[in-house]
């Protein structure tokens, strides 16, 4: 595979990124989906390897975190039935250390895709932070005759920090 070839969409990585404890981090099944292995299997990899997975790499989701994460994201209760263990949550340097754990050529081309939409997410992040302190430092600058441009540039910022609704279930 070239390094050009997209394997899966970046939009369809960073849709599969959640806040959790503070954290940008990815689910268990949601990564076993991606690298084409069962859940099981991702977890045993794991538990084989715990030494490499810190707390700030990787968790396992109480049955609070679970509820609302199911609530939040519309997950039926079928996915609960049959869990022996809780799901667990990968932050992005989790992420990178299960190249390593799970030794195959679609996992590091996975893990390679998934490396870039949390850089790219934490790009998009800092650029929405710098475009904020321009403006106010301008703000500050500048008199009140330009208030009202001001008001309306701080409403846009404030309308895209706003989570969407989820449509459906």
Do not use: C
Not at 57 to 75: V, Y
Not at 94 to 99: I, N, Q
Not at 116 to 128: D, E, I
Request: glycine residues 4%.
């Amino acid at each position: 595979m070239s390094t050009n070839e997209v394997l899966i969409p970046i939009e369809t990585i960073t849709n599969k990124i959640h806040l959790m404890r503070g954290q940008k981090v990815m689910p268990d099944r949601d990564l076993a989906e991606l690298y084409e292995v069962e859940t099981g299997q991702l977890k045993r990899a794991v538990r084989r390897n715990i030494d490499r997975f810190p707390s700030d790499f990787m968790f396992e989701l109480t049955k609070d975190e679970l509820e609302n994460w199911r609530s939040q994201f519309g997950i039926s209760n079928s996915i609960k039935m049959g869990l022996r263990h809780s799901p667990m949550a990968f932050s992005e340097q989790g992420v990178a250390m299960l190249s390593s754990v799970l030794n195959s050529k679609r996992a590091i081309q996975v893990n390679i895709q998934i490396m870039r939409a949390f850089t790219k997410l934490r790009q998009m992040l800092a650029t929405h932070e710098d475009l904020r302190k321009k403006i106010e430092e301008m703000e500050a600058k500048y008199d009140g005759q330009f208030q009202v441009v001001f008001e309306a540039i701080r409403q846009l910022l404030e309308e895209n920090e706003k989570p969407k609704r989820k449509i459906g279930f």
